[in-house]
């Protein structure tokens, strides 16, 4: 459904997105995940047409985006993050003018009572865009991608703004539209990605660093017998300490999960139990010990070590070669 082919995008003489590969099928629900300055967002500009390349294929359907644009934007459906709405229209009343703006050839009224059942704003319908609440907005931006039920749909950050109950609901909605639906998630509520995506492509510095399902990167980042200790302290002083016991290869602080603590990734060399020695050291500290668990690493857990791994690492990590990054002239150092 969606293959993308060599694509690359320079602003000026910064290389923002550098040769990226990946292919999406039919009914796949794919996370799209980056940190902020990534690339995410320029390549899923790419993807709905709103920004052009230079270099590299997009094929949306088998449709490329730059010669064939008209066909391959007919079966797109784009949520950005923050969705354009006129806010002086009532809520069908845009999506009226959304259909006759997308050309949308099926029964008018039929359709558009269905998008407006689909995402619940059909109680809202007649009401201005501008007394609604932000998650009521939002909803409204959902409804306005599924008018003309495209093949595909790109989502940014769809539960921006809503309750938790809302939430819940968007997201069973997004598993629901995945059976007849191409869809590609960006969220930074990691949990949410790993609840409704069968696979995640995971892109740092312009360039993807991993594409497999979240089980499986857990898999390979968990193999290493390392474990995760929360402990009571001070992050930068116990990071040091942790380092300097024999047998620990690594140790990355994963950010405070409890007040006044700490969680600490710590890996050893090979196949060393360092349980023993990291408790002691601890203990011998004056330091509380609050958890003390082998590691099978969450989402968020996979995403920080992937994004903050070089080249060489990445390629130890996941076993496979990353792309080194080349510099051409006036290219950024």
Known sequence: MINVTGLSKRYGTNLAVKDVNFNIEKGEIIGFLGPNGAGKSTIMNILTGYLSMTQGQVLIDGYDITEYPEEAKKRIGYLPEIPPLYTDMKVREFINFIYDLKKVKFPKKAHVDEVLKLVKIDNVQNRLIKNLSKGYRQRVGFASALVGNPDVLILDEPTVGLDPKQIIEIRNLISKLGKNHTII?????????????????????????????????????????????????????????LKTINGVKSVTSLGSMEKGSFDFLIEPDDDADIRADVFDRVVSMGKKMLSFKDNTMSLEQVFLRLTEADDDELERLLGTTADKETKSEGDEE
């Not at 949990?191 to 857990?218: H, P």
């Open 185 to 241: 998630l960006s969220s930074h509520i990691l949990s949410e990605i790993q609840a409704v995506c069968q696979r995640v492509i995971i892109i740092n510095r312009g360039k993807i660093i991993a594409d497999d399902t979240a089980k499986n990167l857990s898999a390979k980042l968990s193999s290493e017998r390392s474990i995760v200790a929360r402990i009571m302290c001070d992050e930068s002083t116990m990071l040091e300490t």
